[in-house]
Nanobody, 122 residues
Framework: QVQLVESGGGLVQAGGSLRLSCSVS????????MGWYRQPPGKQRELVAS?????????QYGDSVKGRFTISKDGAKNSIHLQMNDLKPNDTGVYYC??????????????WGRGTQVTVSS
């Protein structure tokens, strides 16, 4: 079973940046797509960003992070990353890495990591 391990979370002030990483126990080019979700305190998990792993590198972003977050892949290191800039307090939450695919253009995941906490102070 594939293992996804997130790292890079922490405490940052509003306006700051963090870079999350997800290390994968398999060759990521055996996947169709990967993504990042987050779960704010007391709220449901929401999709932050996704990226196609094979047949290109098409990306998708949630409306609240467009222009601030960038998802990328590193095939040599079997990992994906999430660069988060201009962080805001409502970006606070647990961030999860996932493996998935696209169904009718929508990213759907089937495996998850354990998550990494991101806290943005005002």
């Amino acid at each position: 079973q594939v293992q996804l391990v997130e790292s890079g979370g922490g405490l940052v002030q509003a306006g700051g940046s963090l870079r999350l990483s997800c290390s994968v126990s398999a060759n990521i080019f055996s996947f169709v797509a990967m993504g990042w979700y987050r779960q704010p305190p007391g709220k449901q998990r929401e999709l932050v960003a996704s990226i196609r792993i094979i047949k290109g590198s098409t990306t998708q972003y949630g409306d609240s992070v467009k222009g601030r977050f960038t998802i990328s892949k590193d095939g040599a290191k079997n990992s994906i990353h999430l660069q988060m800039n201009d962080l805001k307090p409502n970006d606070t939450g647990v961030y999860y890495c996932s493996r998935g695919r696209y169904i009718d253009g929508r990213y759907v995941s089937d495996s998850w990591g354990r998550g990494t906490q991101v806290t943005v102070s005002s």
